[in-house]
């Protein structure tokens, strides 16, 4: 049997209101597992970390209940989907709306063009992946969709060459 989400790829569940429970040497193990493919099949993920099938199965079951295995998903190049050009927007909200962050960090993470946003401590408040087409798609969404919001005091957009993604190995590239 395989480890599917119930809900469709790319969707999170809510995390439950659950008490997060401690995490042994074979629940790490599985997380590893699963942390490097999530479509890997109950049987093989038991051999892998060393438990029966039904064990492992049943582990993995309560992970996901109890919210610390949030959901499964496809890792899509944006650039699959057009979207060539990645960047980080660090985004300072102004003081006197400071009631309003999480409103608009909801906001921004219904987008389109934003692949996640992180709230931070420290001078800024989001951090804020986006994928555009274009510097001009890019430049649109920096414009339209936060320096022309009244609670937005300030921005600054970095451009991403190249993702490494931590803890697997990067892919190949063509020769150029």
């Known amino acids: 049997m395989t480890t599917t989400p119930s809900a469709p790829t790319g969707v999170r569940s809510p995390a439950p209101k659950k008490v997060r429970r401690v995490l042994d040497a074979t629940d790490r193990a599985i997380l590893r597992v699963l942390a490097q493919d999530a479509r890997i099949p109950n049987n093989a993920l038991a051999e892998a970390v060393g438990v029966a099938p039904s064990t492992c199965l049943a582990r993995v079951r309560a992970l996901r209940e109890s919210g610390v295995i949030r959901g499964f998903h496809a890792d899509i190049d944006p650039a699959a989907l ?22 608009l960090g909801q906001q921004l993470a219904r987008r389109p063009e934003v692949l996640d946003v992180y709230f931070l401590a420290g001078a800024d408040d989001f951090l804020v992946h986006v994928a555009a087409r274009d510097t001009e798609t890019l430049r649109a969404f920096v414009v339209d969709q936060l320096s022309a919001r009244p609670e937005v005091a300030h921005t600054e957009t970095s451009l991403i060459f190249e993702h490494l993604p931590a803890g697997r190995p990067a892919p190949e590239r063509a020769a150029r």
Request: charged residues 20%; hydrophobic residues 40%; without cysteine.
């Open 82 to 103: 057009g979207h060539r050009l990645q960047a980080m927007i660090a985004v300072r909200v102004q003081g006197t709306a400071r009631s309003e962050m999480s409103t």
